[in-house]
Each structure stands twice: as C-alpha cells, then as structure tokens.
C-alpha cells in the first residue's frame, strides 16, 4: 500500500505530485485518496479508464514540485555543484534563497545549510516548502535566516565550507562574506548571462581563485515504440562559476 506523506500520479505524460490526505484530479478523472492509498507501489487505478499509475514519491519529487516564488535552481545544476565542490558534511551558506530548491538540494548532504532570504515573500513560500521536506523527514539541517547575507557578524555562525550565491551584484556579497569563510572553501556563483562572468573576475581574482565557469544544457528526448526524436528546445538554466577562497 502506498503510505508516504506525498505520492506521484502518473496520467500519459503528465505527472502530478499530492498530499496524501486528498482527492486527485488527473487529465483521466478524479480518483479519492482511499484508492490511491490502498494502492500498491506502481499500481494502476482501476477506476479510471485511461491508464493512471501512483508512485511514492520520492525527496527530489518533492523538490521538483515546489511552490514557486522565484525560479528553483533545478536539479541538473544543484547535482553537478555538489559533487564536484564535495558537499557531504559541509557548513553551506545558500543566499538568495528564492524558492528554496538549492538549500533544499544541498541539505540531503551537507551538516547544515544556512540560507538567507530578505525577501519575505519569499521566505514564506521557501519554509513552506521546507515543512513539506521535513514530512519525509528530511531538512531538519535547514536554517532560514530572513536577513541579506551582508548582515553576516563574526561569530553568528560557524565558518562556511561552501557559498552559494544566487543574487544580483554576487561579486560584492562574495567579498562581504569572505572572512566569514573557512580556509580553502568553495565559493559558487549562479548568474543568468554570461556577461556577469566578466566583472565577476574583476572583483573576485585577489580573493578567489578560479576553478571554471560553465553551464549545463538539457535537452529531453521524445521516445515511443515507433519514433525517437529530440525536444525542439534546449534547457539552459545558468551560468556557473566555481572558486575557491584564498587564505
């Protein structure tokens, strides 16, 4: 039986994220939260006659159905960051926090992320979405702080092994944060165009040193039996700059 807090129903290509204590309304009809409960894993509804699949789901369908305030930082991005600046264990500072997506990603590794959101708006979607976090329990290790990150004293917090930034004039919060930044830690940076990578270099090479600047398209195929061909757009999401603090 299907028994976690969320559950994914799959009706064709559409894929929809609830609540374990409602009713679904899918594109084949609406099913009561009894049938899906009583359903297995993978089980069809029976009730419908279109073919509608429920699933458990899972933390990073969790995260992927969000409620949006800000643009969430997608999975694709979040996952290559992590593994390459080695995230497990670490004291993340997350600012711009937006949607929660990022702090929310970075959580299922590191010790605590600390992520800083003046925006109260935001900051009322993003715990929102972490209460639906900690139902599966996970997010406990995150912090809201609804304050710019510039606010940052000496002693508020332990040394950040990690910084990520995703905000307008990310260079001068970078320099603001700098001593409040363990020895060799890894400072990431997430911009919309490619032109805020140059002064970005300008401010930071005394007191960063560059690692690499990238981006990561994606582009979804459309597969059936019979036909295999490419989605007509290519997802690009950010440019993505990587340093590491200079003593």
Do not use: C
């Not at 997608?74 to 990022?102: P, Q, V």
């Not at 997430?190 to 990578?197: A, D, E, I, R, S």
């Amino acid at each position: 039986m299907v028994t976690p807090p969320y559950y994914l129903v799959q009706a064709g290509w559409e894929s929809k994220l609830y609540w374990q204590h409602q009713d679904v309304d899918t594109p084949h009809g609406r099913v009561k939260k009894e049938e899906i409960q009583q359903a297995e894993n993978g089980g069809i509804i029976k009730s419908l006659e279109r073919e509608t699949i429920v699933y458990e789901a899972t933390v990073s369908d969790v995260i992927r159905h969000f409620q949006r305030g800000a643009q969430l930082v997608t999975l694709k991005d979040a996952a290559y960051i992590a593994y390459r600046t080695g995230m497990k264990d670490g004291i993340i500072l997350d600012a711009g926090t937006g949607s929660g997506g990022s702090a929310a990603a970075y959580s299922l590794l590191a010790k605590h992320v600390y992520t800083f959101e003046p925006r109260e708006a935001h900051a009322r979607i993003a715990e929102k979405n972490f209460q639906k976090l900690r139902r599966l329990g996970y997010g406990e290790n995150i912090t809201l702080i609804q304050k710019p990150v510039e606010a940052i004293r000496e002693g508020d917090f332990p040394r950040f092994t990690h910084a990520f930034l995703d905000l307008p004039e990310a260079g001068g919060k970078a320099l603001s944060i700098h001593p409040h930044l363990a020895p060799g830690a890894w400072m990431i940076i997430y911009t919309p165009h490619v032109t805020q990578q140059n002064p970005l270099h300008e401010e930071l090479r005394g007191y960063y040193q560059h690692v690499e600047t990238f981006e990561l398209p994606k582009r979804s195929w459309q597969v059936t039996t019979r036909k295999a061909r490419p989605e007509k757009t290519v997802l690009h999401t950010a440019f993505i700059s990587i340093w590491l603090k200079k003593s």
